[in-house]
């Protein structure tokens, strides 16, 4: 008995370490293919999403092909499986696997693949269960083929028992329902933004239906029907309409109050554009108790790193608040100015500007970029008394310093500016601004303008404006042709000053309004504002002759009144060359990149510590100290209600055969001469024919002009019948007299 139970122990031990092993060996199996993922993870590192994505995108593009019978024998399988599986809806599965991977590869959704994923299989599923519920739903017993033709397996298997549950109604709510919440996390949208943007559709389309009315009822009462961005009231100015495009916004900027826009009224003489037009910004009061905590963590930070320095003032602007600061007697500025990056971090901000000192000033001003940026208008700009109170044409607009006060520049006393900065950083805005200033404060008679855009979509919509000489000009060497044109006007202007016996365009058109000047020889000449948008693409094309005749322009059309403004988005020493920079010393300069950039601009840093959109350092000829300006802005609305204005007062006539006319006849000649300097061809004749010697050894010493240019230009005037051919060390014999001379120069 004892022998048989001892037996049995032993048998039953036995049976559980069999069974330990068994369990043991599948535990181990079954976590070394767990493991299997993690370790292909970590090989592939951070590749894994990006494969991933791909082996989803060919799985989609394998299943499409498969639609099509091109993906071999795995393609009728996966076709046959995946209309059973989702019915009608198979053929949205590969763009669904698409969508997939792309947004694991980063194409889609950026940052936050998996919640586009989701999305996409929830807007998936739920589509295609919807689809099966308006399609019969029919369930999977015994209608395997019936269910291929609505929603598939997937779909009878949501939509069936929800309709068994909730009914017909409520399985169509539950599913709109999941539709809208696959939707919502692929454009990763808020219901109430959702609802606020359905609202405004409405709201837009019945104010377009009502706007329609009243166009329809006021077409019938008045004779000239209103334009389309202004309409028009019973009195003797019109006044008080909306603009129909809305202001464009900055990310971080107030909205701009809605302008009231009057309408124009034909008169004899020409009505310049009513300020009303431009659009104000909402004044905001600045959070006092914010800056004075922000005064108090400055100062700390300066005590903290051994500067006894006192907060004696803050100055609170549109861009940057400015907190100047005294220092104890005895402290070297330098220490402040080396603490640069300590302060932005202590004041938790991108960057901070240093002034050490304050122009004017016993004191270190540090400027630091306002958290709520206040959006500055050229409305705001020009309704303030300094424009009110002068009405000088050539008065424009610049923008708001740090104190907040409104800033204007007068384009006679620059004589001539330069504006460069990164893309994005305001160039454009500030060339608009400055157009749009001159439109709303000068008549033709005063001002004439020649645009340059070589971008050709910056300036395209000032066309037809009666203050152009020419159609903007696109092409960079009609541009030079334009600028030659300009060195010539200057050189007839400056003799009409010499014959009249006056120094400037102000005197002379004192005398002239006074009568002392005949009106047949001498004419009223208008100022003129050369705008160039990109001052790159000119120096590429034409390069030497644009330089010589911008270092002209600059150094003697301040006095008849021919002024040019030169933008630029490569501050590079090959567009802003030194001559360049000698003779235009009044600049502009946005936001850079880099201090080498900055100096290029302004001769020193500053440019890099900006924070952009309109953020700019202003250097004059009268004050070479860097002063920061916020710019002003000018939406589309605004400018093309301007130039709809002054379009109405007066028909554009332009002078581009004047223009141009010079520089084709230039090229015409030296086409004529086989692209040789006309001149040069026309000197060498002239010689050949009165000394009768056809000699390329006298055309060297005579026009001072090397051997091998000698023999081309012999070589012209041989094909010109005027020489005949070479005879060795002869000289070449003349075919004309000096008779015929000048029948031969024309």
Not at 469 to 495: C, F, G, H, S
Request: hydrophobic letters at 40%.
């Amino acid at each position: 008995m004892a022998t048989r139970t001892t037996a049995s122990r032993a048998t039953g031990r036995s049976t559980a370490r069999r069974k330990q092993k068994k369990t043991s060996l599948v535990s181990r199996t079954t976590s070394a293919l767990g493991a299997v993922p993690r370790k292909v993870g970590d090989l592939l590192g951070d590749h894994k999403a990006d494969v991933w994505g791909i082996v989803l995108i060919a799985v989609g593009v394998l299943v499409f092909l498969s639609f099509f019978d091109l993906a071999g024998p795995f393609g009728s399988t996966s076709s046959t499986l995946a209309r059973l599986l989702f019915g009608v809806w198979a053929f949205v599965v590969p763009l669904a696997l698409a969508t997939a991977g792309l947004s694991l590869i980063g194409v889609l959704g950026g940052d936050d693949n998996p919640k586009t994923i989701v999305g996409t299989t929830v807007l998936f599923v739920g589509s295609l269960s919807f689809f099966h519920l308006l399609t019969g739903n029919l369930p999977i017993a015994g209608t395997e083929n019936s269910v291929e033709d609505s929603g598939g397996v997937v779909g009878s298997l949501i939509a069936y028992p929800l309709e068994r549950v909730v009914g017909y109604w409520g399985t169509f709510v539950l599913l709109v329902a999941l539709i809208g919440v696959g939707a919502l996390l692929i454009t990763r949208a808020s219901l109430g933004d959702v609802l606020r943007s359905i609202g405004s559709s409405f709201s837009g389309l019945w104010n377009w239906f009502g706007m329609a009315r009243v166009q329809r009822s006021e077409a019938v009462v008045l004779a000239h029907p209103p334009r389309p961005a202004t309409t028009m009231d019973a009195g003797p100015v019109a006044r008080k309409a909306g603009l129909q495009k809305k202001s464009e916004k900055k990310p971080t900027d107030p909205s701009p109050k809605e302008p009231k826009v009057p309408k124009a009224i034909k008169t004899d003489g020409y009505e310049l554009p009513p300020l009303e037009i431009l659009r104000l910004s909402k004044h905001e009061s600045h959070d006092g108790r914010g800056l004075s905590q922000t005064g108090e963590a400055l100062e700390e930070t300066l005590h903290q790193h051994g500067v006894d320095a006192k907060l004696i003032r803050i100055v609170p602007g549109p861009t940057v608040t400015r907190y100047e600061i005294e220092l104890a007697p005895g402290v070297k500025v330098n220490k402040v100015t080396t603490l640069t990056h300590d302060i932005a971090y202590a004041l938790a901000s991108a960057d901070v500007r240093i002034l050490a000192p304050i122009p004017g000033k016993s004191a270190i001003g540090v400027e630091v970029p306002n958290r709520k940026r206040r959006l500055v208008t050229l409305g705001d700009i020009l309704t303030s008394d300094v424009a009110k109170t002068d009405h000088d044409p050539m008065l424009v607009s610049l923008g708001m310093d740090v104190s907040g006060t409104p800033r204007m520049l007068r384009l006679t006393e620059l004589p001539h500016l330069l504006i460069a900065g990164a893309t994005g950083a305001g160039k454009s805005s500030m060339v608009n601004a400055l157009l749009t200033s001159i439109l709303m404060r000068a008549t033709p008679d005063e001002v004439r303008l020649i645009l340059v855009d070589p971008k050709r979509v910056e300036l395209g919509q000032y066309n037809d404006v009666p203050h152009l000489l020419t159609r903007v000009i696109t092409n960079p060497k009609k541009a030079a042709d334009a600028l030659q044109w300009a060195v010539a006007e200057m050189d007839r202007r400056y003799d009409l000053l010499a014959d009249a016996g006056v120094r400037d365009i102000d005197s002379y058109r004192e005398t002239h309004d006074a009568g002392g000047l005949d009106e047949e020889m001498f004419d009223r000449f208008p100022y003129i504002v050369l705008v160039v948008d990109e001052l790159n693409d000119l120096m590429m094309v034409a390069g030497r002759i644009v330089e010589d005749s911008i270092v002209r322009i600059a150094q003697m059309a301040r006095a008849v009144g021919i002024h040019l403004v030169l933008a630029t988005q490569r501050p590079s020493v090959n567009v802003i060359t030194g001559v360049i920079k000698a003779n235009v010393p009044s600049r502009l300069a946005f936001s850079v990149a880099s201090q080498t950039d900055s100096r290029v601009i302004i001769d020193q840093g500053g440019a890099d510590k900006l924070v952009g959109l309109g953020d700019m350092l202003v250097v004059t000829a009268r004050d070479p100290k860097p002063e920061r300006i916020q710019g002003s802005f000018v939406s589309e609305s605004e400018i093309h209600a301007t130039v709809d204005w002054v379009r109405q007062q007066r028909d554009a006539q332009y002078r581009d055969k004047e223009v141009f006319e010079q520089a084709q006849q230039k090229a015409a000649d030296v086409q004529e001469f086989d692209g040789e300097d006309p001149e040069i061809m026309r000197q060498a004749i002239e010689l050949i024919v009165r000394s009768q010697l056809g000699s390329t050894s006298m055309l060297q010493r005579k026009l001072r002009i090397g051997f091998a240019r000698a023999g081309r230009v012999m070589d012209i005037i041989e094909a010109k019948g005027i020489v005949g051919p070479s005879e060795g060390s002869k000289a070449r014999s003349v075919l004309i007299t000096r008779e015929e001379l000048e029948s031969v120069l024309g």
